[in-house]
Every structure is written in structure tokens, then in C-alpha cells.
């Protein structure tokens, strides 16, 4: 509902289950261990870094922190600050 209101093409979430198990992510968490922690560290980089490895060139990237305490999305779109961006 809050990507329609933002007009946001694709959407990409992530949560702590993306750094358990096994696989590149969950490494990556292990290996890093000593500066990851609950409220911020290096595991919120490596989302964004992750997130610009996946977009085309010419897209944009627009992250939004989330929170379990503050959950309200996308009040209004994101298109006009991309078109002031774009101007």
C-alpha cells in the first residue's frame, strides 16, 4: 500500500532473517560479527551496498530505514523529488 502511494517500481526488504543460516548474506554477518549489532553497524552499509549492486545504471535508489516501533510508510510519492533531482 505505501510503495502504491510512493509510486515505487520494485521493492527489495530486508530483515534479520537475511543474515541467518547459510548463504552469502549469512556469511558475510559471521565473518563480520564484531561490529554488527542490533541498533546499527556495518550490516546496514552492507544492505545499501548490496541494494546498489542490483540497480541499473539511470534507476534510482531510494532507501527507507524501517522500524518495529515506527512502522507508517510512504505518505506521497517519491516521483516529484526524483524529477527535481533529474532537473
Do not use: C
Request: aromatic share 18%; charged share 20%.
Amino acid at each position: 500500500e505505501s510503495l502504491a502511494v510512493a509510486e515505487i517500481a520494485e521493492h527489495w526488504a530486508w530483515n534479520q532473517t537475511m543474515f541467518q543460516g547459510s548463504g552469502r548474506h549469512a556469511d558475510w554477518y559471521k565473518q563480520h560479527e564484531r561490529v554488527n549489532y542490533r541498533r546499527g553497524g556495518a550490516w546496514k552499509p552492507y544492505i545499501i551496498w548490496q541494494a546498489l549492486r542490483r540497480v541499473k545504471w539511470g534507476d534510482w535508489l531510494v532507501y527507507h530505514d524501517a522500524s518495529r516501533y515506527v512502522q507508517e510508510g510512504f505518505s506521497s510519492s517519491v516521483q516529484p523529488l526524483l524529477a527535481w533531482l533529474e532537473a
